[in-house]
């Protein structure tokens, strides 16, 4: 063979090789969007590092069997601290239907975009004296907010990397690294087993019914310090399925399983209430849990439930119904 025929052959293979790898790579990019919602957003696809997580699981109050790997490592999904905000007037990048998590503290009131939340799970941040940790999972569709006040003192939460029940394992910045449930609202690892977190009041509701009420609220800022895309949902197909992405134990079919409903506890009961039990008209229903009195609303229009009066010792959060049925299988469920 001659040098010109094996040159002519050598380009020939890289020519084919190029193309192939270009193909797979193609492919790669085809099949991302119908996956993406599932590992979150293009920027957060990471592999979990290693076999095993990075957290002393030898006293965890829940089974290490369940705990399950969600994608992105220990702080692949960055939770935000000291925040930056902005006036209602400039946040432009809302439109009135998204949704936001609506916090008033000590007179002061704060939205926090789900579109931003989504991307970062987690945000500790201060309003007025007291710190706060703005939390939400969006496997479960669930907003909690924490005073970050525990009984081990003050706590700055991260995102493990980890899931239980298909929901966000918090971690604790301090040195011991403790695993915290969001839905369980305690710690379920190191010197916070057991450890109660206290949730405050907040809403789940749009951006235009937020500023009504609070006209003199700020906004979480989009700018995060982050490279992200707020105005994509890499979970918007997860939500116009049914199945879920990881397994949850226990079951229960009394409501669909994304369907979303305010849950309302004490030390003792619960009570979760979903959209349903309105029959798709505005209004407000009263329920007494061990004495304590609590006032739900239902905006038709919005699709979003609120606690509109309630005693002191209940607290509550939004979330799908097979995420509080898996946390909390007593719980009474409200009627239509």
């Known amino acids: ?6 040159l002519h052959r ?9 193309f192939l790898l270009g193909l797979s790579f193609y492919l790669v990019r085809l099949e991302l969007p119908r996956r993406q919602y599932a590992s979150g957003p293009e920027p957060l696809q990471q592999v979990q590092r290693g076999s095993s997580p990075a957290f002393d699981l030898s006293n965890a109050t829940i089974p290490v069997n369940e705990i399950k790997a969600g994608g992105p490592p220990k702080d692949g999904i960055p939770a935000i601290s000291n925040p930056r905000t902005v006036a209602a007037n400039q946040a432009k990048f809302l439109k009135k239907d998204d949704r936001v998590i609506g916090l008033s503290l000590q007179g002061h009131s704060r939205a926090y975009p789900i579109s931003i939340m989504t991307q970062h799970e987690i945000v500790n941040d201060r309003i007025g004296e007291i710190p706060v940790a703005v939390t939400y999972c969006p496997l479960c569709d669930s907003a909690v907010v924490f005073d970050r006040r525990t009984p081990l ?3 700055e939460f991260g995102v493990s990397g980890l899931l239980y029940n298909s929901n966000v394992l918090m971690y604790d910045r301090a040195e011991s690294e403790s695993l915290w449930s969001q839905l369980k609202c305690e710690g379920v690892s190191g010197p916070a087993v057991g450890k109660k977190l206290s949730a405050l009041p907040m809403e789940l509701t749009t951006w235009a019914a937020w500023q009504s009420a609070h006209p003199d609220t700020d906004v979480l800022s989009i700018e995060t310090g982050h490279n992200r895309n707020y105005r994509s949902n890499p979970y ?6 049914s199945e879920l992405m990881f397994p949850v134990h226990p079951v229960s079919d009394v409501l669909p ?6 849950g309302i506890w004490d030390e003792s009961s619960a009570l979760a209430v979903p959209i349903s039990a309105f029959g798709k008209k505005s209004g407000e229903v009263e329920k007494v849990i061990n004495g304590k009195k609590v006032v739900i609303a239902y905006d038709s229009e919005t699709q979003t439930l609120r606690v509109a009066s309630a005693d002191q010792g209940l607290q509550w959060m939004n979330t799908f119904w097979f995420a509080w049925y898996a946390f909390r299988p007593t719980s009474e469920v409200l009627r239509n």
Do not use: D, P, S, W
Request: charged residues 25%; glycine residues 10%.
């Open 1 to 6: 063979m001659n040098t010109k025929t094996a």
């Open 10 to 18: 050598g380009l020939q293979q890289i020519c084919v090789v190029a």
């Open 153 to 155: 003192g003050e706590r």
């Open 236 to 241: 918007a197909g997860y939500f116009r399925q």
């Open 257 to 262: 399983k994304k369907e979303r409903i305010l």
